[in-house]
């Protein structure tokens, strides 16, 4: 199974409500990132945490991260129509070949009006 | 603007022909990426280089080619040996590992490639 693997594969709420979407990782990592993805275009960066860090804030969006439980989390507050979107967890490692970026299958998130 | 463009953005391609899809940066990024996304997946990584005249296979290459002649510039040519390559591709970039391994990657709009 791949390294990042996020939960759940798709999620529908209410605008205002609030978002969770969790990552799961395997193995040794230097640091997570999530993206998101709108229908059929490229991925946006939207934070980076790295290992030693253990919380990040970035506008309405919440990252933590788990080293001891390898998992990560995306919080979403507020949700908006606009976050409507593919949320993808990233996680890279070093090893004797140098770096390795591993991306999750994504969350679909909807959010209704 | 600095940017990472990918061309063309939709291509149809006839069994048996090699197409080449285009990646061009203007970003000083040392390193690219090529990945490939079926529906309702993630990415998979077919190639990547950290410097110009060198790239590695990723998770996925076979049936794939690239080079990298130029630091702007990384194009991947999907050859006939790819037996199912009608996907979407991305492409990436990202400032060298090694000096700063802590940032994040651009991605190009992508290339949805159809096989007719």
């Known amino acids: 199974s791949q390294q990042g693997e996020e939960d759940p594969q798709a999620l529908s709420i209410q605008e205002g409500e609030n978002a969770t979407m969790n990552c799961s990782y395997k193995t040794s990592i230097n640091n997570l990132q999530w993206y998101r993805q709108n229908s059929g275009r490229g991925l946006v960066h939207l934070i980076l945490?790295?290992?030693?860090?253990r919380e990040k804030h970035s506008g309405r969006l919440r990252v933590t991260l788990d080293t001891s439980k390898k998992s990560s989390s995306l919080l979403i507050t507020a949700s908006r129509a606009a976050d409507t979107a593919s949320y993808f967890c990233a996680t890279v490692s070093i090893n004797t070949g140098g770096f390795k970026t591993i991306f999750g299958a994504g969350t679909r998130l909807f959010v209704k009006a | 603007d600095g940017g990472i463009t990918q061309s063309p953005k939709y291509l149809f391609r006839k069994e048996g022909q090699n197409v080449t899809l285009s990646c061009e940066q203007n970003l000083n990024h040392d390193a690219m990426y090529w990945y490939r996304q079926d529906p309702g997946q993630g990415l998979r990584l077919i190639y990547y280089s950290q410097i110009v005249n060198d790239f590695q296979k990723g998770d996925i290459a076979e049936g794939y080619s690239v080079s990298r002649e130029k630091k702007e510039s990384f194009p991947l040519t999907v050859t006939s040996a790819q037996k199912n390559p009608t996907a979407f591709y991305l492409c990436a970039s990202s400032p060298a590992p090694g000096q700063r391994l802590n940032t994040e990657a651009f991605f190009g709009q992508g290339t949805r490639l159809t096989v007719v």
């Open positions: 945490i790295r290992s030693n860090e």
